[in-house]
């Protein structure tokens, strides 16, 4: 298996209706084709984790990278594992405006969380911890497509 991490910028296209859509369309597709992960995102960036088989993965990213609902996709990690870390979710959403921000200044040491200032084990190390503090938020979005 894969876990792939990427950040990216939104376009002006992309609207809370478009992250309404993506969100359904994420959860319908990757429950099918085996893929599990979380995506965060904010007003101006996503930062997100796929995980699952790397055939599959790698046909997603290349769709994700065609998608004009943002722009800049750039590769944090690309890695083989063994497990799942976000396995309980076809896509998990969390948006920056509800994480800790003391979490998020201590990741890039500034007010402004910037994904792109990320390795990829520090934006895996990232996303470890705000899922965990945001379990139970996660847990709740599980079957339900309200952007929280
Ligand atoms: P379709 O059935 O053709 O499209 C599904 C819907 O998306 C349609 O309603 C279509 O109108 C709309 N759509 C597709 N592309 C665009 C576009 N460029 N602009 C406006 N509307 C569009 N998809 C996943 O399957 N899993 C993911 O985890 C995932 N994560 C994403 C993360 C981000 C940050 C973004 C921007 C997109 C993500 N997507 C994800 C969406 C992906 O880019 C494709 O749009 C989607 O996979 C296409 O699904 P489909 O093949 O079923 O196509």
Known sequence: ???????????????????????????????????????IYDPSFF?????????????????????????????????????????????GLLRTANLDQDTLKSYTGSNQFDPYKLSGERAMHFLVTVVAQEKKRLDEQCSDLVVG
């Open 47 to 91: 930062l997100q984790c796929l995980e699952g088989p790397k055939e599959v993965v790698n046909k997603l990213y290349q769709k994700v990278l065609a998608d004009d609902r943002h722009k800049d996709e750039t590769l944090l990690e690309y890695a083989n594992i063994q497990e799942r870390t976000f396995g309980n979710w076809t896509m």
């Open 1 to 39: 298996m894969i876990r792939l991490i990427y950040a990216s910028r939104m376009t002006e296209t992309c609207e809370m209706e478009s992250l309404q859509e993506i969100l359904q369309v994420s959860r319908k597709n990757n429950s099918a084709a085996n893929i599990t992960g979380v995506l």
